[in-house]
């Protein structure tokens, strides 16, 4: 008789109970007229490898291969990043607000929340992320302005699917040889708190820094607060006609220190102040054979300052915007921000100064097919009858998408300084928007730039892995003594080919341009063939 109830209640523990703990739950739909939310229960984590097997154009031996190479993001990582856990109120907006966190990691390509059922009146959210693959060794030769530079790298941006970063690389550039070693963990020790830090042998000197901190890491963030340092020694180079006149040598020792507090406005909108420390000891030498003839004062700036932040949150979601084949979250809400600093001798200055830093951004979107951007930025040293590197800077972008694959840009820099050191003058050339000109071509204390672009990415996929495109652009611009010069314009025009990877942290979209100077035809060469990788497309 005991080994028959014995059986029964094996056949009810088999059959029944899940049949019990299933009618507990229903499929997910959006609560009607429910005064309150309801609340978060089970919170399942999928992490999805680089390539998706179960697509048969992603299943050949390569994309195997890539995803067994590939350490994958470990489920505490993107645990620890949610803003929500079980036994919380379900809402859409945090829900938002996490994708959006989690997708501003390199290490992740997408992110995905949703609900799925309700279980026991309890939401159970399924959180699904994919990983980008991570580790990047690269040998990368470009030409712009007429000059050529190099580099070799290692790039792990997931060590051991932790999210740590480490990057390792060697180039040669115009100016000086490089060798850079960085590390970034932006949750250190499985929390928000973050830590970077940077070392560079460089043939012209060194530098090194360090930053940690507790940043607003989302818009409810009460506090935040930061610690940072840094030494540099090198050479700056001054230009004239595009070719290096002199050398201006620095060194600089920089410490700042912050503590932020957060003040809810609305729903939306949070006003942010901070209190903090600043301190540059900055001295300039001549260097040997390249002197330059006005070589900036040795100076020390130390000062408190306090600063305030305004921010309205409004978020649009954009594909190949500034990327490739990538999701893209832009801001198109109100930024705000103002510090001031009181430099004085009283705090070991060698001048009294009030410092100014201010910058405002927003967006536009007239239509899904429509987008604007813009932002206006003010800094610099003002003291009594003197001011020192003072600029300003105005800039927009505006896009107009024809379909997915293909958008005309247009983009647009105004920027004008007063008093600037001998190293700090505005530049235009081949590095800066000016194509087909040659590198750091035009100096002075104003600056403009037009540029007018028109993009296409072709359907070819080779891989799931590769995305190609094309561009026809036309530039204009100038920059100028504003004292001693009367501005001259300069134009380019000119055509490039894109290729970008769509499966890696690191995200840099190659470029091959033809571009063909305009104007200065007897003093430049007729075509500028310009090779290089950038991170935005």
């Given amino acids: 008789m005991s080994s028959c109830l014995a059986c029964l209640y094996g056949l009810n523990v088999v059959f029944f109970s899940p049949l019990l703990l299933a009618a507990d739950c229903k499929p997910w739909t959006l609560p009607q007229n429910q005064e309150q939310s309801p609340l978060l229960g089970n919170i399942i984590i999928e992490i999805k490898d680089v390539f998706d097997t179960t697509d048969e154009n992603e299943n050949s031996w390569f994309h195997r291969s890539t995803n067994y190479f590939h350490y994958k993001t470990r489920k505490s990582v993107i645990e620890n990043q949610l803003l929500f856990k079980t036994g919380d109120s379900y809402s859409p907006e945090l829900v938002t607000e996490t994708e959006r966190l989690l997708r501003a990691n390199r ?3 997408s992110a995905r929340i949703f609900p799925t059922r309700i279980c026991d009146d309890k939401v159970e959210l399924q959180v699904d992320t994919t990983d980008s693959w991570t580790l990047t060794p690269g040998l990368s030769f470009g030409r712009s302005g007429g000059v050529n530079h190099s580099a070799i790298s290692v790039e792990e941006h997931n060590l051991f699917g932790y999210g740590t970063e480490i990057e390792f690389e060697t180039s040669k550039g115009s100016e000086r040889s490089q060798d850079i070693l960085t590390y970034r963990d932006n949750n250190l020790l499985g929390d928000r708190y973050t830590f970077n830090a940077n070392y560079q042998d460089n043939s012209d000197g060194r530098a090194y820094g360090f930053s940690t901190g507790l940043p607003f890491f989302q818009f409810a963030s009460q506090y935040a607060w930061n610690v940072s ?12 006609g595009g070719k290096v006149t002199s050398y201006v040598g620095r060194e600089d020792h920089q410490f700042s220190s912050y503590y932020a507090w957060a003040v809810s406005e609305t729903k939306n909108s949070v006003n942010r102040y901070r209190i903090g420390w600043s301190f540059l000891d900055s001295k300039t030498f001549e260097v040997l054979n390249h002197p330059a003839s006005d070589l900036p004062e040795d100076a020390v700036y130390s000062s408190p300052y306090v600063g305030w932040q305004y921010h309205r949150q ?3 979601v954009k594909n190949n915007l500034f990327g490739v084949a990538v999701i893209e979250d832009v801001s198109i809400g109100y930024n705000a921000d103002i510090q001031l600093g009181w430099i004085n001798e009283a705090w070991g200055a060698t ?11 927003r967006g536009y979107q007239s239509d899904t097919n429509q987008l604007a951007l813009w932002d206006l930025n003010i800094s610099g040293l003002f003291g009594n009858g003197t001011n020192k590197d003072v600029t300003i800077r105005a800039r927009g972008d505006w896009f107009i998408f024809h379909n997915n694959q293909s958008r005309l840009h247009v983009h647009g820099i105004i920027e004008a300084g007063n008093e600037l050191s001998s190293d700090q003058q505005l530049t235009i050339g081949g ?3 000016l194509l087909g000109y040659p590198l750091k071509y035009q100096s002075g204390d104003r600056k403009f730039l037009f540029s007018l672009e028109d993009r296409y990415l072709f359907d070819w996929y080779p891989l799931h892995l590769l995305k190609t495109g094309a561009s026809v652009f036309a530039n204009i611009g100038a920059a100028w003594d504003s004292a001693t010069e009367t501005r001259h314009t300069l134009r380019d025009v000119g055509f490039g080919l894109l290729i970008a990877s769509t499966r890696q942290s690191t995200m840099k979209i190659g470029h091959l341009y033809f571009a063909f100077p305009l104007d200065d035809n007897d003093l430049v060469d007729g075509f500028q063939i310009v090779i290089g990788a ?3 497309f």
């Fill in 351 to 361: 001048q009294d100064f009030l410092s100014l830093k201010a910058t405002y951004s």
């Fill in 431 to 433: 590095d800066s928007g």
């Fill in 534 to 536: 950038e991170s935005k």
């Fill in 229 to 240: 340092a840094s030494s540099t020694i090198g050479e700056n180079a001054l230009y004239e």
């Fill in 107 to 109: 290490y992740i390509k």
């Fill in 314 to 316: 409004n978020y649009i």
